[in-house]
Nanobody
Framework: QVQLVESGGGLVQAGGSLRLSCAAS????????MGWFRQAPGKEREFVAA????????YYADFVKGRFTISRENAKNTVYLQMNSLKPEDTAVYFC????????????????????WGQGTQVTVSS
């Protein structure tokens, strides 16, 4: 099992930036795909971004393309989500997650593919 801890959330004005971090303990992340999801009050958890275990391919939800960037630093067992040009509608709790299967290959966009989740970090964007 992979333990995940998110950090970096906070309050920011529209147009601003934040960088979320997801630190893992337990197995090293180098062979695990990673994803970011978010959940706003009263809404279902939705896919934001994912990165393959090799880091060679990334996936984004249409509503964050060109604004968010997912990356990984395996030496630090950490995955990042750089969020630029933030909008009030980006306000949500952001979660990182992993399918917990080495060398996993899938769509990466369904929360049902992921078995281990962090506790989430709140991002609030004011207008």
């Amino acid at each position: 099992q992979v333990q995940l801890v998110e950090s970096g959330g906070g309050l920011v004005q529209a147009g601003g930036s934040l960088r979320l971090s997801c630190a893992a303990s337990g197995p090293t992340l180098g062979t695990y795909a990673m994803g970011w999801f978010r959940q706003a009050p009263g809404k279902e958890r939705e896919f934001v971004a994912a990165i393959t275990w090799s880091g060679g391919t990334t996936y984004y939800a249409d509503f964050v393309k060109g604004r968010f960037t997912i990356s990984r630093e395996n030496a630090k067992n950490t995955v990042y989500l750089q969020m630029n040009s933030l909008k009030p509608e980006d306000t949500a709790v952001y979660f990182c997650a992993t399918p917990s299967r080495q060398y996993y290959r899938g769509s990466y966009q369904s929360p049902h593919e992921y078995t281990d989740w962090g506790q989430g970090t709140q991002v609030t964007v004011s207008s």
